[in-house]
């Protein structure tokens, strides 16, 4: 079961680093706020969270309890810039997970203080969507995607292969958890890898991928994933 693992995000997101009540619902949430004020840079995580809601109205399930598998992007101070529910589970998703409304469907995007417009979705979505956030040409990109089994390309190539064809930036980062079959992160400019990584072991690994990225405006910026 998924349960213990699921967080409740409060219903004013903007909340300070410290939070009692953030860090008894939402420990994930507080942790990741408080680290991006600490390290004073932009994070992204990715996971997964709970909505109460009365069974049987409108469309809510008999548990009371509707599941997202969610993306939230917080500024260099804390503060909360943008929240996506993905779009289109997949697999085991399907009996549990809620997709998002029709009011994330392409992606949400968000504007840094450096000035970049980033897209954000995740994972399954990249099939769907061909812009990935509105008016944004970069774009973060959770994922926990399978090499094997599926009618679809590998991790890293469906994300080459995204960016090429939609010509954006693309900061992806695979879970990774189940070794070689969910491994496959890179940062991609325009369908080319400066920096990517698969894990061809059995074993579960990660690693944090540095490159320069040239921003779809001309700019550049340092990528740290």
Same mark, same amino acid.
């Given at each position: 079961t998924v349960g213990p693992l699921l967080e409740v995000i409060p219903p004013n997101v903007k909340v300070p680093c410290g939070d009692h009540a953030t860090a008894v619902s939402a420990p994930c949430v507080a942790r990741v706020l408080c680290l991006a004020k600490e390290l004073e840079?932009?994070? %992204?995580?990715?996971?997964?969270?709970?909505?109460?809601? @009365?069974?049987g109205q409108d469309a809510c399930p008999t548990d009371g309890m509707r599941v997202f598998n969610r993306a939230l992007a917080f500024a260099e101070d804390g503060s909360f810039l943008s929240l996506y529910h993905k779009r289109h589970?997949?697999?085991?998703?399907?009996?549990?997970i809620d997709a998002g409304n029709s009011s994330y469907r392409g992606g949400v995007s968000f504007t840094?203080?450096?000035? %970049?417009?980033?897209?954000?979705?995740?994972?399954?979505? @990249?099939v769907f969507f061909t812009d990935g956030g509105p008016e944004a040409h970069?774009?973060?990109?959770?994922?926990?995607?399978v090499n094997y089994g599926i009618p679809f390309a590998s991790a890293r190539r469906a994300q080459q292969e995204w960016s090429a064809l939609h010509q954006k930036n693309v900061l992806a980062a695979n879970y990774g958890g189940f070794a070689k079959n969910s491994s496959g992160s890179g940062?991609?400019?325009?369908g080319r890898a400066l920096e990517s990584f698969f894990n061809p072991t059995e074993?579960?690994?990660?690693k944090?991928?540095?490159a320069d990225v040239p921003i779809n405006n001309g700019a550049e910026a340092s990528i740290f994933m």
């Open positions: 840079m932009v994070l %992204v995580v990715n996971l997964l969270t709970k909505e109460d809601c @009365m069974a589970p997949y697999g085991d998703e399907l009996d549990f840094t203080s450096f000035r %970049v417009k980033f897209g954000m979705f995740i994972c399954f979505d @990249m970069e774009i973060v990109y959770p994922t926990d995607w940062i991609w400019h325009n074993n579960p690994q990660s944090l991928l540095i």
